[in-house]
């Protein structure tokens, strides 16, 4: 009983302070050097696209796209763009939709899949799409590209792409889910 009270402390004492979640991110950093943490840029307003390594064994891998909101009062109600993988070390399998969004996925040649998102009343967290791969090899930092199309907000319909907090086409890489 102490130990679990113990570790709920710690829980909300963490979450409940945006450095020393940004700290125990780098904490979780991948000794491979291929799942990156979020890092201090969590903490700059915006969204911030993430790629997380929900799972991965010597054969298979499943990565999750969250959209990560920083300071950013509008939920998304719609998405839509195109990520890229290294086909050389990944061979998609399968991907799918969260249920609480309408959407689809499409695998349009080796290496790159489109998809779309939609759910009326905004996205309120959590992963907008994932995707299951067979792979030859450790899921590494620039191993995923993103390209945003469209984001849109549930309420006025505004644009959201110049929120979004991506470097070039690399979004961040982590084994820890946002």
Same mark, same amino acid.
């Given at each position: 009983?102490?130990?679990t009270?113990?570790? !709920? ?5 963490i ?5 020393a979640?940004s700290?125990?991110?780098? @904490?979780?950093?991948? $000794?491979e050097? *291929?799942?990156?943490?979020?890092? &201090?840029?969590l903490?700059?307003? *915006? +969204?911030? &696209?993430v790629?997380?390594?929900? $799972?991965?064994?010597?054969?298979? @891998? ?12 509008? /939920?998304?109600?719609?998405?839509q763009?195109e990520? =890229? ?5 990944? /061979?998609? %399998?399968?991907? $799918?939709?969260?249920?609480? +969004?309408? *959407? ?5 040649? &080796? ?9 009326v009343?905004g996205?309120?967290g ?5 995707? /299951?791969?067979?792979a %030859?090899a &450790?899921?590494?930092? *620039?191993?995923?590209?993103?390209? +945003? ?15 979004l907090?991506?470097e070039g %086409? /690399?979004?961040?890489? =982590?084994?820890? !889910?946002p």
């Amino acid at each position: 009983m102490i130990p679990t009270m113990i570790r !709920r402390a710690r829980r909300a004492a963490i979450a409940s302070t945006p450095l020393a979640f940004s700290a125990l991110l780098l @904490a979780c950093a991948d $000794s491979e050097g *291929g799942a990156g943490p979020l890092g &201090p840029d969590l903490t700059v307003p *915006g +969204i911030h &696209p993430v790629v997380v390594v929900a $799972s991965q064994t010597a054969s298979a @891998a499943t990565l999750e796209l969250h959209l990560k909101r920083v300071d950013v009062s509008d /939920r998304i109600a719609s998405v839509q763009g195109e990520i =890229s993988y290294d086909a050389a070390s990944m /061979r998609l %399998t399968g991907a $799918s939709i969260p249920s609480g +969004i309408t *959407g689809a996925w499409n695998e349009v040649r &080796p290496g790159v899949v489109r998809f779309t998102g939609v759910a009326v009343e905004g996205i309120e967290g959590g992963a907008v799409l994932e995707l /299951r791969f067979a792979a %030859t090899a &450790p899921v590494r930092e *620039g191993a995923v590209s993103l390209r +945003i199309e469209e984001m849109v907000a549930a309420e006025g319909f505004t644009d959201l792409r110049p929120s979004l907090q991506l470097e070039g %086409t /690399r979004p961040a890489l =982590s084994r820890v !889910r946002p």
